[in-house]
Nanobody, 123 residues
Framework: QVQLVESGGGLVQAGASLRLSCSAS????????MGWFRQAPGKEREFVAA????????YYADSVKGRFTISRDNAKNTLYLRMNSLKPEDTAIYYC????????????????WGQGTQVTVSS
């Protein structure tokens, strides 16, 4: 059974940085692309970033490009999201998710969601 556990969220001021982590178990971690998504109050869940199985290729939503960095450590079965220059509009619950293959294709292919970690950015 796939289990994804996010951590690292918190309350920060605009301009600050945070690093989210997602610890994975119950899967062959290096066999799948992984991704981060977020859901703000009253809004639908949206794609944030994705990374291929080997970490070589990464993909970002336009809203976070240049500020967020997704990475992974396959030896530790852990996915990361480094978030710099945070803005109030980044406030959301952040989820990690497992892709369906080695390579990222579309946000729709992700599943096996974690419980999420809250990120709140004050102005």
């Amino acid at each position: 059974q796939v289990q994804l556990v996010e951590s690292g969220g918190g309350l920060v001021q605009a301009g600050a940085s945070l690093r989210l982590s997602c610890s994975a178990s119950g899967l062959t971690f290096n066999g799948f692309a992984m991704g981060w998504f977020r859901q703000a109050p009253g809004k639908e869940r949206e794609f944030v970033a994705a990374i291929n199985w080997n970490g070589v290729s990464t993909y970002y939503a336009d809203s976070v490009k240049g500020r967020f960095t997704i990475s992974r450590d396959n030896a530790k079965n852990t996915l990361y999201l480094r978030m710099n220059s945070l803005k109030p509009e980044d406030t959301a619950i952040y989820y990690c998710a497992k892709g369906s293959t080695y390579y990222y294709n579309t946000p729709a292919e992700f599943g096996s969601w974690g419980q999420g970690t809250q990120v709140t950015v004050s102005s």
